[in-house]
Structures are given as C-alpha cells and as structure tokens.
C-alpha cells in the first residue's frame, strides 16, 4: 500500500492526456508531485482536454515523444490507451527509469476491497449489476475502470466506499504488479484486439495478469461454459483462493453446488456460496440474451460476498433493464424492431447478440478492422441473417469471410448502412447494430455510434 505523502517533489511522466491523462494530473498535482504530460497528439487535437486543466502547473510536451522528456523522471505512468511496446519505454526503462500503467499505480492509494470484472465480453453489464445489487442493498460502492470513470477519480472521494467494482480490461492489465482485488469476475474469453496484441497468446496472458497477486483470502468467479476459463483456472495462482463457478448447464448443477457457484436452470437461477442453496426467479427479466443470465449468475455470486441481501438482489433482476448501447431496445417502426448493440466491437459480441434472436435479422456490421476472423459467424449468419450491411474500413474483410452467406451490401456511409437497412426490412424484421468492431474508424468511441444510430432510428416516420 503506498501513501499519497509520497508523492510530494516525486517527477512523474503522464503519457497520454485525455481524461485519465487530466483526472491522474489532478490527483498527483494535489499531493505535490511535479507532473509532466506527453501526448503524440497536437495541441490543436487535445484543445478539450487541455482546457480542463486550466491553472494546473504542469509541463506539456504535445505532438510527439522526446528522449529527454522520459528520462529525466522519477515515475512514467501510462494511460490505458496508450500501447506499453513503443521503443521509447524500452528506452527509459534501459536507462532505470520505472513505467507502470494508471490503473496498477492508482490502485496502490486504495485501502478498501476491490472487486476486478475482466473477460472479453460481458463486463460491463456484470458490474453495473453487481453496483447495482450492493446499492439495493444499504452498500457503498463505488464503480469505475474501464467502465467509464478512471481509477484517479475515485482517489478524490473525501468518503470512501464499503468496496469498489472495477471493470478492468487487458489494456490496464499489462501493467500489473501489486494489484490484489478481492474477487475476480472472469466473464468468457474468445479473440479481441489483435490490432494491439501479436497473437492470442498474447491477449489471453494479459488477462491472465489479474490472478497475479490471488490469496487465501481471493474469491475466483468463473465462468464453467466456457473452455479457455476453465483452463485459466488451473494455474496455480487461481488455485490460491476460493473458486465459485457458474453455468447454464442444468447438468453441472451436482458438480457446482458441491463446490460453490450458480446454475441455470430454466427460468431459476440456483446459488450456493455458503452452507444453504438460495434461488432467483428469472420469470419476470426483463433483459433480453440468454448471456445475460450468465452476467446475472457472476454477479449474484460476488455481490453476496459483499453482503447483498437476497431479496434486493430479486428485486434488482425483476427490473434490471441493462444498459446503454449492449443490446439496447430502440423502437419498434411499422412492425420492425431496431436493437443497438453498439458495445459489440469483437466477433464473440455478435454470436451474443444473435443467439438472442431466432431469425429475420438484418444485421449492420463493421468498423476498425482489428483483424479478427469473422469466419466463426458463419453457422449464425446462415441460420438467422437475411440481410448483411457492411460498413468502414473492415467491410471487405468481413466480406470475405461471411459475405456468401446472406444478401450483402457494402456501403460507404453509416447514415446510408441505416437507411438501406430500414429499406431492406418488413413486418417482423429485427434491424440489429452489432458492428464487431471497434468504432474508431468513424466515430471517437462506440457511445457515439449508438448515439448516432438511434438518432438516425429515431427519425423514421
């Protein structure tokens, strides 16, 4: 555990700007840390954020990197979006100069318990439902990481939180060292962000980072159903702590109530972490995908460990709507449904969205290309696509590898993708944004593009 005291006269180096870059700049500012900040963005391109710190005595060094800048520091923090490979960290770390990563270092100032949600889907809905359970329940919380709010924003809290709910992706897993979170929320792991990571080797041990520091004292929730979990919690360092599983197979219930965990099972979901088994009633839902009951499973199961109470958790499923841009019910017009699944930016997303639907699905697709093989959809497509549109910079290759197996536009705008698949729909059609891909092509995050498709929704007579 570190002391803010000392980082009073300590240089630190923020790389990156943005709103972890001014948040952390804030926070060491406060304790007397002299802060440099360095972003390869120009001045012009930052103007927002820069205007946020107006009166903060920081050195800025914009539109590009320089040797001297990184080695005449105590500290080099990184902010999550900046890739930790770049030869002028290799550079500053040759020369003894220590580069860690936002999250690792703000989680060092935090003395309260931490519960860590990671995997490659799914993350965010598990710990809005784990925040919202503990709140339901008389519990301060406070929620944040990769969710939205960076780590440094909860340093400024003047009343602490009974526990913390941290979302927490690969990009600020790299960097771990001490991070020690109570529970691990371990969602499903299929491929993602392989225009960052060389292989998926190289993803999954980013990951695997999160059980760096488990204990006697750690609680592993663990996702059962899916195979490259289960192989994760082999390593010895999850076998440290306790284990709880969940599933949707009704079949595994012997298995995992034996052990601890949750199952599935119909429109029940049983829970055991203690001596009793308890039961949720999935009767009255109201979230739509058949993962959600996964998310509901992982949740029940580390908010119960914070001491959530059984009836706020059923009351917190029977109104639970989910959240913004992950299968997101816009509106039904002239008999067709638009769902926005903006969060969907990798191809494990799009097999979610579409198991949630039987059939007659005119799907938009496209975005960054990350390259990811979309091959994997092919069954799916098939079966319950009757329309693809394709759209930015990876529609070729999406084309390429699914394109055969439904009608097929290529389009050149978003606006236009939208429109050609209103025109394409009929009477129980489902119109469904479910882009597996990131969004940075056209648009500065995936919140803007579900913002942008709605509006587009919205519009029609």
């Not at 055969?404 to 050149?412: N, V």
Request: net charge neutral.
């Amino acid at each position: 555990m570190q002391e803010v005291a000392d980082l009073n006269g300590k240089r630190i180096l923020i790389v990156g700007l943005a709103k972890t870059g001014v948040t952390l700049a804030r926070f060491l500012k406060e304790h007397g840390a002299v802060v440099t900040i360095s972003d390869h963005k120009s001045k012009a391109e930052l103007t927002g954020f820069l205007e946020q710190m107006d009166g903060l005595d920081v050195q800025l060094e914009l539109g590009g990197h320089t040797p001297k800048t990184f080695l005449n520091q105590d500290l080099i923090v990184l902010s999550p979006g900046v890739p930790p490979h770049l030869k002028i960290f290799d550079y500053a770390r040759s020369q003894g100069v220590k580069v860690t990563g936002e999250f690792e270092f703000c989680s060092r100032f935090v003395k309260e318990p931490m519960i860590a949600i990671t995997g490659t889907n799914g993350k965010t809905s598990t710990a809005t439902l784990i925040d919202v359970f503990l709140r339901e329940s008389g519990i301060k919380t406070w929620l944040g990481g990769n969710i939205g709010t960076p780590l440094a924003e909860y340093l400024f809290k003047k009343e602490p939180a009974q526990v913390l709910i941290l979302e927490v992706s690969s990009f600020m897993l790299e960097h771990v060292e001490t991070f020690t979170p109570k529970n691990v929320v371990f969602t499903n792991l299929a491929e993602n962000h392989l225009d960052r990571y060389r292989s998926m080797e190289e993803y999954v041990n980013a990951k695997r980072r999160i059980f760096l520091n488990t204990n006697q004292g750690t609680t592993s929730i663990l996702n059962a159903d899916d195979n490259a979990v289960v192989e994760l919690a082999r390593d010895p360092a999850v076998q440290r702590g306790r284990i709880f599983y969940f599933s949707r197979k009704p079949s595994l219930e012997p298995q995992i109530m034996n052990i601890g965990g949750a199952v599935n099972v119909k429109d029940q979901i049983r829970v055991r972490t203690g001596p009793e088994i308890e039961y949720y009633s999935l009767t009255n839902a109201k979230v739509k995908g058949k993962h959600m009951h996964e998310n509901i499973m992982a949740a029940i199961l580390a908010a119960r460990e914070h001491g959530a109470k059984h009836e706020a958790i059923q009351r917190v499923i029977d109104n639970f709507r989910g959240i913004a841009h992950r299968l997101e019910y816009v509106r039904r017009v002239g008999g067709v449904e638009f769902y926005n699944d903006s969060k969907a930016t990798n191809v494990h997303a799009v097999v979610r969205a579409l198991d949630s639907f039987d059939e007659n699905v005119i799907l938009i697709m496209g975005g960054k290309d990350t390259n990811l093989n979309y091959q994997p959809l092919k069954e799916r497509i098939q079966r319950k696509v009757k329309t693809l549109i394709l759209v930015g910079e990876a529609k070729e290759r999406i084309n390429r590898d699914i394109g055969d197996f439904a009608e097929t536009f290529l389009i050149g705008t978003f606006e236009e993708a939208v429109l050609i698949a209103y025109q394409k729909s009929r009477i129980g059609d489902i119109v469904l944004l479910s882009p597996g891909c990131s969004s940075f092509d056209m648009f500065d995050s995936y919140v803007e593009r579900g913002n942008y498709f709605k509006e587009i929704v919205n519009k029609f007579n």
